[in-house]
């Protein structure tokens, strides 16, 4: 569970494979409600959040970033906490499960380059959109790759 600020990690942990739930008009006192709903760990920047008794006391597990990284070096931080790795992608937008798709079912979806010259393609099961790994997504899972590892090495 991300707190309001944290939107693009909320994403990047997507990408990465982990369920992350993000909503922007949630105040601090309902995202850590929504967290503790959901059994999630809370991941915040909001340093007033950290010093209530839940998180302080680890009731809802949290994790601190600070907002000053970037999502990037966000994430790394959040891979070293949390001894995560890189999973099957997830939508970045709502976080569903992607399901592979025969081509033909979605052409008319695809552009026209792209069908080209990729035949791998992925539908999310819960809002629909549609995904293929082209260099844009090799980029992002390139990145998210070594984000695990130097959060394993626990390097920055």
């Known amino acids: 569970m991300c707190d ?9 942990l997507r990408g990465a494979g982990y369920e992350s739930f993000w909503n922007p008009e949630l105040a601090d006192a309902a995202v850590i409600r929504e967290a503790q709903r959901r059994r999630a ?24 970033v600070p907002s000053t990284l970037t999502c990037e070096q966000q994430l790394e931080i959040v891979f ?14 709502c976080g569903g499960e992607l399901r592979r798709v025969e081509k033909q ?6 552009p026209p380059r792209t069908a080209r010259w990729l035949d791998e393609y ?15 997504w090799q980029r992002i899972r390139h990145s998210i790759e070594e984000l695990s590892r130097e959060g394993r090495d626990g390097t920055q």
């Open 105 to 110: 079912s979605v052409m008319e979806r695809i």
């Open 41 to 64: 760990t809370l991941i915040t920047s909001d340093t007033l959040m950290m010093e209530r008794g839940v998180l302080r006391d680890g009731i809802v597990p949290s994790v601190f």
């Open 4 to 12: 309001a600020g944290l939107g693009g990690l909320a994403r990047w």
């Open 80 to 93: 070293r906490e949390l001894s995560l790795s890189p999973r099957e992608s997830r939508c970045m937008n």
């Open 122 to 136: 992925f539908v999310c099961a819960s809002c629909g959109q549609l995904f293929w790994r082209g260099t844009h």
